[in-house]
């Protein structure tokens, strides 16, 4: 067990440590603000104060996590080793950055709750964040430094052995629209052939009557690959469906049909299913409680997992709303064109409400890349060598790596084509 001494025991400081030395360093820490116990203590220990007590590994401590709400911090990025940091400490310290107080500002997603410019569906942009702007958008930062205070603790106590976490993998199956074509109700599916008509579609239109005559499969319908893919793996898929209703946003088919709650308990009996929350549900409790409720209904299960409608984030508004249902797992926390660590881990972390001074119960996990993500890349190769290159950043920490995948990026329409084996790749990384 690892001690800290520290002159303020804060959530903010109890939060972070717990980050970086339980879930990522697999440690267990306790505080303490007394100098006899920090003195008695005969295992792992260190110093979070301005000042150090003796000769003890000592980090000097920034302000923020001794803060409350928020204020406008100056944050100087600098070059460290093969990485980044800021909040600089001085020369006394162990560690030449307060990787606490600059974790806790990752972690918390400060940089989001401050003026920013944002995109057409009031997105945080990749290009707005610290990280974008000091290139270190394609590292999980918060793990490098974690394993950064590993070796100085190493060095000082090197009889401690700690323990080993291992790399993995949560692929994440959103599924904003199980049909292209059927199940579309007969307004929707004359409306379609028209839009194909008025746009000389005349591939498309012929496509979409051999799937509604019977004589083709839906190129959407990749439900029975996904689950051969699923038997074949430990890993345990998370799909999520939209069950929302129709709106300008969100246009799944409807879930009264009996061939969509067909499909729906038929993926639960293989995968983990949760819910894509609609656009709508973003800004209103009731419909998101609806949504749970409906998807609990199908499944016979108490429904964790969840990920908004467009990757989008209005916070704290959306993660309280998921706390106060109950819905303990989010998959939302990402860019949806630029593949990177948005919260600067790969280490599932809790969510920490700013307002309130509160670690909650919701467990965030951040993607680091979406398939839409990938198409900027032209070649499979291009492709492939993008993807592993996020992996290897994981691996090195031995941290979790979540695609989020969507059932037509399995389809074989042009613009998906290479992306099962893309999925292929990435589970083969775990053998």
């Not at 498309?204 to 699923?230: A, C, H, N, S």
């Not at 994981?394 to 099962?420: E, I, M, Q």
């Amino acid at each position: 067990m690892l001690l800290v001494y520290t002159h303020k025991i804060t959530p903010r400081v109890t939060y972070t440590f717990k980050h970086i030395c339980k879930r990522i360093l697999g440690v267990e820490v306790r505080f303490t603000s007394k100098v006899e116990d920090f003195i008695a203590h005969d295992s792992l220990k260190m110093s979070y104060a301005k000042q150090p007590l003796s000769h003890e590994l000592f980090v000097r401590s920034n302000d923020l996590l001794f803060e409350n709400g928020l204020s406008d911090i100056s944050v100087n990025v600098q070059a460290w080793d093969n990485t980044k940091g800021f909040f600089a400490t001085g020369e006394r310290s162990n560690l030449p950055f307060d990787i606490f107080a600059a974790s806790f500002y990752l972690l918390s997603r400060y940089e989001e709750y401050l003026p920013h410019v944002k995109d057409d569906y009031g997105r945080f942009l990749a290009s707005e964040s610290l990280a974008y702007e000091h290139k270190f958008l394609n590292q999980p930062i918060v793990d490098i430094w974690a394993y950064k205070l590993k070796a100085v603790l190493e060095e000082r106590f090197p009889e401690y052995k700690f323990p080993e976490r291992k790399y993995t993998v949560q692929p994440v199956i959103d599924v904003p629209m199980a049909y292209y074509f059927k199940h579309k109700g007969f307004l929707r599916t004359i409306g379609g052939t028209i839009n194909d008509l008025r746009r000389f579609k005349l591939k498309q239109l012929y496509l979409r009557y051999l799937v509604i005559m019977g004589f083709k499969r839906d190129p959407y319908d990749t439900f029975k690959w996904i689950i051969r893919k699923q038997k074949k793996h430990n890993i345990k898929f998370v799909v999520l469906f939209l069950i929302g209703d129709y709106s300008t946003y969100d246009k799944n088919i409807n879930i009264n049909k009996k061939q969509f709650v067909s499909l729906i308990k038929s993926v639960a009996d293989y995968c983990d299913v949760g819910i894509k929350a609609s656009y709508l549900s973003l800004d209103d409790i009731r419909i998101l409680k609806k949504e749970k409720l409906k998807m609990e209904t199908i499944t016979h299960r108490a429904i964790k997992a969840v990920r908004h409608s467009f990757s989008k984030l209005n916070l704290p508004t959306s993660y309280r709303n998921l706390v106060e249902l109950e819905m303990h797992e989010d998959y939302s926390m990402g860019y949806i064109d630029t593949m990177g660590f948005r919260a600067g881990t790969c280490t599932p972390y809790q969510f920490y409400d700013l307002d309130f001074e509160v670690q909650t119960p919701l467990q965030i996990n951040p993607y680091q890349c979406l398939d839409y993500g990938l198409l900027k890349y032209h070649s499979e190769l291009d492709k492939r060598e993008h993807l592993q290159k996020i992996i290897n950043e994981v691996k090195a920490v031995n941290g979790t790596f979540v695609p989020v995948f969507h059932n037509y990026s399995f389809s074989n329409l042009d613009r998906w084509n290479g992306f099962r084996s893309l999925f292929n790749l990435i589970l083969d990384t775990t053998e």
